[in-house]
T-cell receptor, first 113, second 113 residues
Framework: DQQVKQNSPSLSVQEGRISILNCDYT??????FLWYKKYPAEGPTFLIS?????DKNEDGRFTVFLNKSAKHLSLHIVPSQPGDSAVYFC????????????FGAGTQVVVTP | DGGITQSPKYLFRKEGQNVTLSCEQNLNHDAMYWYRQDPGQGLRLIYY???????QKGDIAEGYSVSREKKESFPLTVTSAQKNPTAFYLC????????????FGPGTRLTVL
């Protein structure tokens, strides 16, 4: 049973606009959430994370929002750039899980000129 | 440069043969992980190791084996018992601290003919 879900397999956005990626989770024990970006035939690279004690974390063009009551998080990319075209994975872990991550299925983002 | 290396990038094997995928890290990380990625799916955990000479099964360990004789190395063997071995395999590591993100290697594409 998938504990982390990304229900949108793809997203197309115009360059300069905002990209919003969504992620839902079912395990209430998750307390740390991460977003990874992945290009084809490469390993994922870490983008941004958020602890469950926060509801927002910002790093440059990337902002992650966490709504614990709804078990939902989102990644905002503003403004979107062509180099942002990639697959984005949401991941979560729980305290004491020794870093074991549960990943969503990913969202393919395409930024068009 | 510190990082994780996986070799080879592409690997072809005949059905019924065992094959070993290499993963080396020079980040001085204690924990290492093996994931598998299939099209349209997220990363699924195969095995992980928290310290040398110790490893644990992940969510899809059947048909795989690992060893952790050195801190830097965590090879994965795909055995003939793995029913659908063709996939993209990713190795990752993480340092101490519950909030540390996982760093990923570039991956190995295994194709079983």
């Amino acid at each position: 049973d998938q504990q982390v879900k990304q229900n949108s397999p793809s997203l197309s956005v115009q360059e300069g606009r905002i990209s919003i990626l969504n992620c839902d989770y079912t395990n209430s024990m998750f307390d740390y959430f991460l977003w990874y970006k992945k290009y084809p035939a490469e390993g994922p690279t870490f983008l941004i994370s958020i602890s469950s004690i926060k509801d927002k974390n910002e790093d440059g063009r990337f902002t992650v929002f966490l709504n614990k009551s709804a078990k939902h998080l989102s990644l905002h990319i503003v403004p979107s750039q062509p180099g942002d075209s990639a697959v984005y994975f949401c991941a979560a872990k729980s305290l004491g899980s020794w870093g074991k991550l549960q990943f969503g299925a990913g969202t393919q983002v395409v930024v068009t000129p | 440069d510190g990082g994780i290396t996986q070799s080879p990038k592409y690997l072809f094997r005949k059905e019924g043969q065992n094959v070993t995928l290499s993963c080396e890290q020079n980040l001085n990380h204690d924990a290492m992980y093996w994931y598998r990625q299939d099209p349209g799916q997220g990363l699924r955990l195969i095995y992980y190791s928290q310290i040398v000479n110790d490893f644990q099964k992940g969510d899809i360990a059947e048909g795989y084996s690992v060893s952790r004789e050195k801190k830097e190395s965590f090879p994965l063997t795909v055995t003939s018992a793995q029913k659908n071995p063709t996939a993209f395999y990713l190795c990752a590591s993480t340092g101490q601290g519950v909030d540390n993100e996982q760093f990923f290697g570039p991956g190995t594409r295994l194709t079983v003919l």
